[in-house]
């Protein structure tokens, strides 16, 4: 079993910045795959972006690239989302998730589907104005 908490989430002006935090528990997730997702209000859970096992490779989703990135601290079990450049349409409830399950993806079409993940964070919102 693995427990995720995300963190860091808040309200921010549009343009500005936030750095949200998926702490693990549990079961070490260093050599696991990890990404983050987002819903907004009367929207489906889409993908923003994740990391791969190792950190060497990351996706992003179109609508973050250049503005979102993800990096993990192994010795802290915790992968972070730094967001920037933030848009009103940015505003959602964020979940980080962790893939624990065999075979390791290695592609961004793999890593992006909600289906590729075995354990999930109970979110954190983060709110965007203009």
């Known amino acids: 079993q693995v427990r995720l908490v995300e963190s860091g989430g808040g309200l921010v002006q549009a343009g500005g910045s936030l750095r949200l935090s998926c702490a693990a528990s549990g079961r070490t997730v260093s050599n696991y795959a990890m990404g983050w997702f987002r819903q907004a209000p009367g929207k489906e859970r889409e993908f923003v972006l994740a990391?791969?096992?190792?950190?060497?490779?990351?996706y992003y989703a179109d609508a973050v690239k250049g503005r979102f990135t993800i990096s993990r601290d192994n010795a802290k079990s915790t992968v972070y989302l730094q967001m920037n450049s933030l848009k009103p349409e940015d505003t959602a409830v964020y979940y980080c998730?962790?893939?624990?399950?065999?075979?390791?993806?290695?592609?961004?079409?793999?890593?992006?589907?909600?289906?590729?993940?075995?354990?999930w964070g109970q979110g954190t919102q983060v709110t965007v104005s203009s």
């Open positions: 990391i791969n096992w190792s950190g060497t490779s990351t």
């Open positions: 998730a962790v893939r624990t399950s065999s075979p390791r993806l290695t592609t961004a079409q793999a890593m992006s589907r909600m289906s590729a993940y075995d354990y």
